[in-house]
């Protein structure tokens, strides 16, 4: 039996010690070519990201506009507003909860094409919607298919990527839903909502397309008793010239020890409950932050604030911002390591909050206050604060502190925790607990974001973001006391580091 490498450093599967290792260029050129189908597979996987990021900031420009629709029946109060917003973490924890069957029942790859559709079902559904109700189930089908894929791709993509870049292509969900995001924010400044709506379509084809062309996880195969299939799968995104013998053998051993069936009692040992409690919280954390609330009513709460720029472009550019941060997360993730950068980020998305949370209170108050979503008492005081001109660059400060929130949220505690779930769960547990994490994140996602507007009317818009800023000091905590650091690891030495319960990887 091959013993996990604990101290190993560098690439974990140099299957020929013996010979004399390559120069750097020549290292460099090898992994580009053995990787490039497995860039090819990620990207296939994370096309349905795009999707999910699509579909969530959905509303920032349409509840506005349906807003001052002329039609009655899709003319939103405030109430049908928060509902319209909120209903899509909803469908995302139901579509959580169906990956905890579903990820292991058809496997990763199956599971993602599955999410297409009801996100094709939802968007025809918004696209031709007459109705309130038509508006609330396509919010709904297209939350579900987000929930499915963001449990599913990521175990996905780290089971098929090897450890040299398993960091950066962990990255790549979190990058493709930010970069979906921005493509509705810009496609918003452009087409009317319904067209966002037919728009949405375009990427589940394509996703689809693809991905009947990829292989299905090694891993997943191997623990369905598919060992052929599983070893041709592995040369195929390894590429022709690749030696896999270690590297299967390596993932056959840790198959063949959790074939069984995860009980109860071992359930409660720490190796099997530990990683799965760090997944959950950082989830759970993740989202009181306050980033789904904060991306759901981002043009809202820039209509609802003094503000330079008008709220359209202002939410555009945030967009922008957040592509750009999760970027070079992700060409620093396997450089810097996953706890620095969680710990940057966690402090940058605390000095934002404190500074929004300040500016509502103490600053100019908005002329054009949005009436649609109940921003209105954005300011407890509002009658003593003066007014804000269209020309001071006071009014700057709520577009700057969104820009720091998203930054430091799209460089650590938004990809990273993504990654960490897919890297520590235990392959036993790994298709149930990622949909169990899935769940607990939507979950809290839908409180926070259909609670946004009611403690905004009743004590002012300056108090969720104090909250947010609470918990960021929370997450500083958390991380230095629970979260391991798992840079150039295979996932086998990750699990035996749990399993061992050796506090580094290197003793």
């Not at 559709?117 to 508006?135: D, E, I, K």
Request: charged share 15%; net charge positive; hydrophobic share 50%.
């Amino acid at each position: 039996m091959q013993e996990p490498l604990l101290g190993a450093e560098g690439r974990d599967y140099d299957t020929f010690p013996e010979k004399p290792p390559p120069s750097p260029g020549e290292r460099t050129r090898v992994g580009v070519l053995q990787n490039k189908r497995v860039f090819l597979a990620t990207f296939a996987a994370v096309l349905g990201n795009f999707s999910f990021g699509y579909a969530l900031v959905y509303t920032s420009p349409v509840i506005p506009a349906l807003e001052r629709s002329s039609d009655p029946n899709l003319n939103l109060t405030k109430t049908q507003a928060s509902w319209f917003g909120s209903v899509f973490t909803l469908g995302a924890a139901a579509g959580g909860l169906s990956a905890m069957v579903l990820n292991d029942l058809l496997g990763r790859k199956l599971s993602i094409m599955f999410s297409a559709v009801p996100s094709a079902a939802g968007y025809a559904l918004m696209a031709g919607a007459h109705g309130l109700w038509m508006l609330l189930l396509g919010r709904m089908l297209t939350g579900f298919a987000g929930g499915l894929t963001a449990a599913c791709i990521p175990v996905y993509v780290s089971e098929i990527a090897p450890p040299s870049v398993r960091g950066a292509l962990g990255a790549t969900p979190q990058l493709m839903a930010v970069f979906g995001s921005l493509s509705l924010y810009a496609l918003g400044l452009l087409l009317p909502w319904r067209w966002l709506a037919v728009a949405g379509e375009g990427p589940v084809l394509v996703m689809v397309l693809l991905l009947s062309c990829m292989p299905n996880s090694p891993r997943f195969l191997l623990s369905k008793g598919r060992d052929a299939e599983a070893l041709q799968a592995l040369a195929w995104l390894r590429g022709a010239d690749a030696d896999t013998r270690w590297e299967f053998e390596q993932i056959q051993d840790t198959v063949r020890r959790q074939s069984s069936h995860l009980s109860w009692a071992e359930a409660r040992d720490p190796h099997m409950y530990r990683p799965i409690v760090i997944a959950l919280l950082m989830r759970f954390l993740q989202q009181l932050t306050g980033i789904t609330p904060i991306l759901v009513y981002l043009q809202s709460i820039f209509d609802s604030t003094a503000v330079l720029l008008p709220p359209k472009d202002d939410a555009a550019i945030v967009g922008a911002v957040r592509l750009l941060s999760v970027l070079i997360a992700a060409l620093t993730m396997d450089l810097a390591g996953r706890k620095v950068l969680l710990f940057i980020s966690a402090a940058g998305m605390f000095a934002a909050n404190l500074t929004l949370g300040l500016y509502v209170h103490f600053g100019p108050k908005s002329l054009a206050p949005n009436s649609t979503v109940g921003l209105e008492r954005a300011a407890l005081a509002g009658t003593e604060q003066p007014l804000a001109t269209p020309t001071s660059y006071l009014t700057l400060v709520p577009l700057l502190a969104t820009m720091l929130f998203i930054m430091g949220y799209a460089m650590g505690w938004g990809p990273i925790t993504w990654l960490l779930m897919s890297e520590i769960l235990p392959l036993r547990a790994r298709g149930v607990a990622s949909g169990l994490c899935v769940l607990v994140s939507w979950l809290t996602a839908f409180a926070l974001t259909k609670s946004f507007l009611l403690v905004t009317n009743a004590f002012g818009l300056q108090a969720p973001f104090f909250f947010f800023a609470a918990v960021c000091l929370v997450n500083l905590a958390f991380t230095g006391c629970c979260v391991p650091e798992t840079k150039g690891r295979s996932l086998e030495q990750i699990e035996s580091f749990f399993r061992t319960g050796r506090r580094s990887f290197l003793h």
